[in-house]
């Protein structure tokens, strides 16, 4: 035995449902009953969990990618201040006016080829990447572990 059931729904709502049924060529109710049975059915909120654990998975990946790109640029920054500060010698104080303006010029130097690189897409981890599969498959390459 059915029960009916009369109810309102808004205009956008009700055209997207004769739309549905009329593609599939089945009654509206049945669309309906069908779609508040997988509403209320108990299982409903375990594919709602499943799914809601998979995006959580995907954004843990995508953290700890993130993490490692980071970890990998600060350990590039700090090894290279560190080279830069041992080799460096100071300069006298009648050579830092000409050692700042080169000093300048290097840097916009440097700002406009960091520009290109990023116009370009290609990063640092990618090209680290690139660059040891490359090396790995290279046949003299030798295993440093040796």
């Known amino acids: 035995m059915r029960t009916k059931h009369t109810f309102r729904l808004p205009p956008e709502l009700a055209?997207?449902?004769?739309?549905?049924?009329?593609?599939?060529?089945?009654?509206?109710?049945?669309?309906?009953?069908?779609?508040?049975?997988?509403?209320?059915?108990?299982?409903?909120?375990?594919?709602?969990e499943a799914a809601l654990g998979r995006?959580?998975?995907?954004?843990?990946?995508?953290?700890?990618?993130l993490e490692r790109h980071v970890t990998v640029s600060n350990e590039?920054?700090?090894?290279?201040?560190?080279?830069?500060?041992?080799?460096?010698?100071?300069?006298?104080?009648?050579?830092?006016?000409a050692a700042q303006a080169k000093g300048r010029e290097r840097y916009e130097g440097f700002v406009e080829a960091l520009g290109r690189r990023l116009a370009k897409g290609q990063t640092l981890a990618e090209e680290i990447s690139q660059d040891v599969t490359?090396?790995?498959?290279?046949?003299?390459?030798?295993?440093?572990?040796?």
Not at 55 to 65: H, V
Not at 134 to 146: E, I, L
């Open 15 to 48: 055209g997207q449902l004769a739309d549905y049924a009329d593609r599939k060529r089945v009654p509206q109710a049945l669309v309906v009953e069908t779609a508040l049975s997988s509403y209320l059915s108990p299982d409903s909120s375990e594919r709602m």
């Open 55 to 65: 995006r959580l998975d995907r954004l843990t990946r995508q953290a700890e990618r």
């Open 76 to 97: 590039a920054l700090a090894l290279f201040v560190r080279f830069w500060l041992t080799v460096t010698p100071p300069l006298p104080d009648t050579a830092q006016p």
């Open 134 to 146: 490359h090396k790995d498959k290279t046949p003299d390459h030798k295993d440093d572990s040796s």
